[in-house]
C-alpha cells in the first residue's frame, strides 16, 4: 500500500505542524522547506477535496524546497496522490518571488499591496534532527558543537 500511495508513513511528530496550521478545502498553501514530501502530502488531502457539482479542487499547495535534487523527490513522492492541486518548485525561501493575482507592477507599487498570496505558509526547517538522535543514541558519541 505504502508504494501504491495509499499510505504515507511518518513520525507522529510530523503530523503536528499540517494539523496545528488547519489548512481548509479553498485554501492555498505554500510549504516552504516541503521535501520528502509527508506534510506536504498531509497538507494537500486537506485542501484538495473536491466539493459535490465540482470538477477541481478550489485549494491547493505550492511545494517548495530550495534543494533542487530534494525537490526532485518530492516530485516523485507527489506524484503518488495523482493530484492537479499540488505545484513543485525550487526557490531558496529568503528569496522567494512575491506573487501577484494579475496585478499590475510598477514603480510606485507597495509590496505590502501584494502580501498575502496565501492563506497558510508551512514552513517547517530542516532541523538539528532530534528524532535520528532518538531512534540513533550511538550518534551522541560523535556529534559535537
Keep these: 500500500h505504502t508504494d501504491a500511495g495509499y499510505i504515507t508513513r511518518q513520525e507522529t511528530v510530523s503530523m ?7 489548512p481548509h ?29 465540482e470538477l477541481e479542487p478550489s485549494g ?14 518530492l516530485v516523485h513522492q507527489l506524484r503518488r496522490m495523482n493530484s492537479p ?14 506573487l501577484r493575482d494579475g496585478k499590475k507592477m510598477d514603480d510606485k507599487t507597495d509590496l505590502k499591496e501584494l502580501e498575502g498570496t496565501f492563506d497558510r505558509v508551512l514552513c517547517d526547517v530542516p532541523c538539528s534532527g ?9 550518534i551522541w558519541r560523535h556529534w559535537n558543537q
Design 130 to 138: 532530534d528524532g535520528t538522535a532518538r531512534k540513533n543514541p550511538g
Design 85 to 98: 492541486a499540488v505545484f513543485v518548485c525550487a526557490c531558496d525561501a529568503q528569496f522567494y518571488p512575491v
Design 16 to 22: 503536528i505542524p499540517p494539523i496545528v496550521l488547519d
Design 60 to 73: 491547493f499547495v505550492v511545494a517548495n524546497d530550495a534543494d533542487p535534487k530534494r525537490a526532485y523527490m
Design 25 to 53: 478545502p479553498h485554501h492555498a498553501v505554500l510549504d516552504m522547506c516541503a521535501a520528502p514530501g509527508s506534510k506536504t502530502c498531509q497538507l494537500l488531502e486537506a485542501v484538495a477535496g473536491v466539493d459535490k457539482g
